[in-house]
């Protein structure tokens, strides 16, 4: 049980340059969710998503833009990435909110991401 | 707006006393909270959660304490060990699947 991984660890993108952030999940989680991170900040809600085939913007959307096909993925896309995108970027998954754990969120290892 | 504020982002303890952890929220329907313990490099681990409908959980050395007419929600390691040294999270449900996370407590075990 590999719990939540996420690729690829550490990223450089150039200026205008896409890439997408690969995250899966083995835990049949319905619920999965992308966040950021910048320093000395606490973590932001990007997207998320409730099923396969459904998705819902956060806090901090602009910019990104994601796909749930299966229940065990959930890639997230950057397109022509600008500076202010650098940051460390987390993957969650959970079960739905009003279950046992209050929808416990279980967390990848993070993707680190400097634009330059 | 759901805030939940996490007001001291530091916080140095003695090995073997008593650390408090505490984050303060705003607003208060069908909320529970979660706490969440992160080392460098790696993604937040679950610590421990409490529903709104109890005052008190407690999991080991691990206790949360809510205080809903303050709204104010506390963590307690007692006793506090050097594998404690991460920043602490602090996170709030409302009733739907997001969460808000406070900007976090860098808890620093001196041995």
């Known amino acids: 049980n590999a719990g939540v991984t996420q690729t690829p660890k550490f990223r450089i993108l150039k200026i205008g340059q896409s890439m997408t952030l690969q995250c899966a999940q083995d835990?049949?989680?319905?619920?999965m969710y992308w966040y950021r991170q910048d320093p000395g900040m606490g973590l932001k809600l990007i997207y998320y998503s409730v099923g396969a085939g459904i998705t819902d913007k956060g806090e901090v959307p602009n910019g990104y833009n994601v796909s749930r096909s299966t229940t065990e993925d959930f890639p997230l896309r950057l397109e022509l990435a600008a500076p202010s995108q650098t940051s460390v970027y987390f993957c969650a998954s959970s079960f739905p909110p009003f279950t046992d754990d209050l929808g416990t969120q279980y967390f990848g290892p993070g993707t680190r991401l400097l634009v330059l | 707006d759901q805030q939940v504020k996490q007001n001291s982002p530091s916080l140095s303890v003695q090995e073997g006393r008593i650390s408090i952890l505490n984050c303060d929220y705003t607003n208060s329907m069908f909320d529970y909270f979660l706490w969440y313990k992160k080392y460098p490099a790696e993604g937040p681990t679950f610590l421990i959660s409490i529903s709104s409908i109890k005052d008190k959980n407690e999991d080991g050395r691990f206790t949360v304490f809510l205080n809903k007419s303050a709204k104010h929600l506390s963590l307690h390691i007692v006793p506090s060990q050097p594998g404690d040294s991460a920043v602490y999270f602090c996170?709030?449900?409302?009733?739907?699947?997001?969460?808000?996370f406070g900007t976090g407590t860098r808890l620093t075990i001196i041995p």
């Open positions: 835990m049949n989680h319905n619920y």
């Open positions: 996170a709030r449900g409302f009733g739907n699947e997001k969460l808000t």
